[in-house]
């Protein structure tokens, strides 16, 4: 009867503490994780419109032939991929006339819409820009679509997310450390304050219970 008692609150205490931890730890992972996709979305956004703005004053400004040469010079930008599409979902700025439409439909929903758009692909967070067509636009695309291109900046996440996994594991590996010694001193102070008290009890009533020899 003891040994069960002692087991029953043991495993309580235990599963509390565990409890406790997981949750902790759970959310603190979901609330890391919400942040570098806010962070990260922010970040994308501001260099894809800084980008957009530095394409659009070339094409306006300078011809074409400047403009691939901005965008390999963008193409450097080290953590980003920059890829400019054409109304046709194809490659801008290359000559391939024959080259299939890329199969993206978050780009033809931007080209079809003209809204800015973020989506992810795996660890792949994209963000698309609308080119416009602008009256500035119209000594060269005249009776064009009202859009003319579309800017797509990537960027991995998956150093970040590895990165907070490792985290999560270090908050485990810790949890589980506390959990043990909490446990510990909590099955102690238990084991003082209520088993030992209760054994006396126990051991009082059986005494009790003896017939009386005189």
């Known amino acids: ?15 509390m503490l565990i409890v406790g931890v ?22 994308l956004a501001d260099t894809a419109r800084l980008v957009s703005k530095s394409i659009e004053r070339s094409m306006v400004e300078a011809d074409s032939d400047f403009t691939k040469i901005l965008m390999d ?18 490659e801008a700025f290359v000559f391939m006339p024959d080259a299939e439409p890329v199969d993206d439909k978050v780009l033809e929903s931007v080209i079809s819409s003209g809204k800015e758009t973020v989506s992810m692909d795996g660890m792949l ?20 679509a009202n859009v003319i291109g579309t800017i797509r900046l990537s960027i991995s996440l998956e150093k970040e997310y590895n990165k907070i996994v490792r985290f ?32 006396s009890l126990e051991g009082a009533a059986q005494r009790m219970a003896r017939p009386y020899v005189p």
């Open 1 to 15: 009867m003891r040994e069960k008692l002692e087991l029953k609150i043991v495993i309580m205490v235990f599963l």
């Open 22 to 43: 997981a949750v902790a730890v759970s959310m603190s992972f979901r609330i890391e994780r919400e942040d570098m996709y806010s962070v990260s979305r922010e970040r």
């Open 73 to 90: 010079e963008l193409k450097t930008i080290s953590g980003f991929e920059l890829n400019v599409f054409n109304s046709q979902r194809r």
């Open 125 to 144: 967070l994209n963000f698309y820009i609308p080119l416009n067509n602008r009256p500035e636009c119209q000594e060269c695309h005249f009776g064009e």
């Open 168 to 199: 999560g594991v270090i908050m485990g590996i810790g949890g589980i450390v506390a959990v043990v010694l909490i446990g510990t001193i909590l099955w102690l102070a238990l084991r003082k304050s209520v088993v030992t008290p209760l054994k």
